[in-house]
């Protein structure tokens, strides 16, 4: 079997042509850019508060999650509250991969898969937040 080098080259170079169209295509909606913007500012705050809460902690180890009938679930390294913003980043970029295969399907399913990174993120402030005030208050 034989690869022809120029069919292979010439694939990639339509396949990123391709991308790139459907990228400004979905940019180019306002609401995905609504989406996109909130996205984003809800993730740099993930990103500041979990800066906040590693600068002020004055040990190693902090509560990572509590739970209300046993109580402290899991003690880990500071640090380790990084994981929370990263994961909220992972979901946008994820989410806007799938997007990208089917953005053809509807305004739904675009809705849909940007309001549920919205919904991740906002979970995830709140799950930030609350490591604050287990640790802090």
Not at 115 to 128: D, E, K, P, Q, R
Request: aromatic share 14%; proline share 1%.
């Amino acid at each position: 079997m034989v690869i022809d080098r120029y069919k292979l080259v010439n694939y990639f170079h339509l396949s990123r042509a391709r991308l790139a169209e459907v990228v400004l295509y979905l940019i180019g909606l306002s609401f995905v850019r609504l989406y996109i913007l909130f996205l984003c500012a809800l993730n740099a705050i993930n990103w500041l508060l979990a800066y906040y809460v590693n600068e002020n902690v004055s040990q190693n180890l902090v509560v990572l999650h509590y739970n209300v009938n046993l109580g402290v679930d899991l003690i880990g390294n500071v640090s380790d509250i990084y994981i929370i913003p990263t994961l909220g980043w992972s979901f946008i970029v994820i989410n806007f991969l799938l997007l990208l295969n089917v953005y053809r399907r509807g305004r739904f399913l675009i809705h849909l898969l940007l309001g549920f990174s919205l919904l991740i993120n906002l979970c995830l402030i709140a799950s930030t937040i609350s490591i604050y005030l287990i640790n802090f208050r």
